[in-house]
């Protein structure tokens, strides 16, 4: 039996470690956002795959929740004395992915083989595969104006004011064979929707039509986890976002943004009292992911109420 993962950053790849844990090396197949995805210094740099490389390969910097630990920064002291300004923190060891990224790229090869490479040179045995080999480029509308992604997340701390999310690029884009495979796949059990962002990491996946037919047609559960506990976000700004946009920050609203796909919602025992209001089954427990324990007691306990509703 086989599990797909949807997923963007840090909270998508936390659950992703646990559930990877819970079910046997080569069940599981994690289908990442690509729209944070960005160049810089002509190199290609895909955050939320790399997340998920460097968390399912034990190489992740766990405070810092991207990049990879022990890393050192000599090549970003380096340009910065010449007069570079880095913004955007780039290791040495995270670097040289990059490089080989973006020179495997201009040979003509595929993104979702890059990454494959990567993750067996890694030895990780779930499958990480982007949510296109297209590009997509989340764009954010603010009060200061239009902001790649990046350049809001990051440069500018996610300060401005949202106004609109869009997916440049999303609406003529396609998946790719390997995550239409994966989502078709005789032996799937369920695809578990990581809490992850709805607005800037789940909805670019779900921007990509062939993506979302392929979820709406699905034979298994869809089951998903909320990135709220209570009204705030573990790390990021998703209830900021929510409040920017006239949305309430709760159980109910999460519910609410992925109404008609999910078919039931995971919430924390801090909002058990949403569950009864809510249009579809919804399930409390402990969402915090703080160690790996966490990450593995939530994958299971995912994974169980999807097979119950499986049966
Ligand atoms: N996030 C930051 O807040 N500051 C950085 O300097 C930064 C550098 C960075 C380098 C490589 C990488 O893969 C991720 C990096 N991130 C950084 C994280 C990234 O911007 C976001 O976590 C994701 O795009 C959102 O999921």
């Known amino acids: 039996m086989t599990v797909v993962a949807l997923s963007g950053g840090v909270g998508g790849a936390k659950l992703s470690l646990g559930l990877y844990r819970a079910l046997p090396a080569d069940a599981l197949q994690v289908v990442?956002?690509?729209g944070d995805d960005f160049d810089l210094?002509?190199?290609r740099i895909c955050p939320d795959l790399d997340t998920a490389l460097y968390t399912l390969g034990d190489r992740e910097h766990r405070e810092q929740g991207w990049g990879r630990r022990d890393e050192s920064w000599d090549l970003m002291g380096t340009l910065e004395s010449l007069g570079e300004p880095m913004w955007?923190?780039?290791?040495d060891a995270d670097t040289a992915l990059h490089v080989l990224r973006t020179h495997r790229l201009r040979s003509g090869i595929r993104l979702t083989e890059v990454i494959?490479?990567?993750?067996?040179q890694f030895g990780i045995r779930a499958r990480i595969l982007?949510?296109?080999d297209c590009t997509v480029a989340t764009r954010v509308e603010t009060d200061d104006g239009e902001l790649a992604f990046q350049e809001y997340f990051v440069r500018r701390r996610c300060e401005p004011r949202v106004r609109a999310i869009r997916f440049e690029g999303a609406a003529t884009a396609h998946t790719t064979a390997e995550v239409l495979a994966a989502l078709d796949a005789p032996e799937l059990e369920a695809i578990v929707l990581c809490p992850s962002n709805p607005y800037l990491s789940i909805d670019p996946l779900l921007a990509v039509p062939d993506l979302r037919a392929a979820l709406e047609k699905r034979r298994v559960p869809l089951?998903?986890?909320?990135?709220?506990?209570?009204?705030?976000?573990?790390?990021g700004p998703t209830a900021k976002i929510m409040a920017e946009l006239g949305v309430a920050s709760s159980a109910t609203a999460i519910a609410a943004h992925y109404a008609g796909l999910i078919d039931a919602l995971v919430i924390d025992t801090i909002d058990a009292q949403?569950?009864?209001h809510l249009p579809i089954p919804a399930f409390a427990t402990?969402?915090?992911?703080?160690?790996?324990?966490?990450?593995v007691r939530l994958a299971e306990f995912v994974l169980a109420r999807a097979r119950e509703l499986g049966r």
């Open 286 to 295: 402990q969402t915090l992911m703080r160690t790996l324990d966490d990450r």
């Open 116 to 120: 494959d490479d990567v993750r067996r």
């Open 274 to 276: 949403h569950a009864a």
């Open 223 to 235: 089951i998903a986890v909320s990135p709220l506990i209570g009204n705030t976000a573990v790390k």
């Open 32 to 34: 990442v956002n690509t």
């Open 41 to 43: 210094l002509h190199l």
């Open 88 to 91: 955007f923190k780039l290791g």
């Open 130 to 132: 982007p949510m296109t």
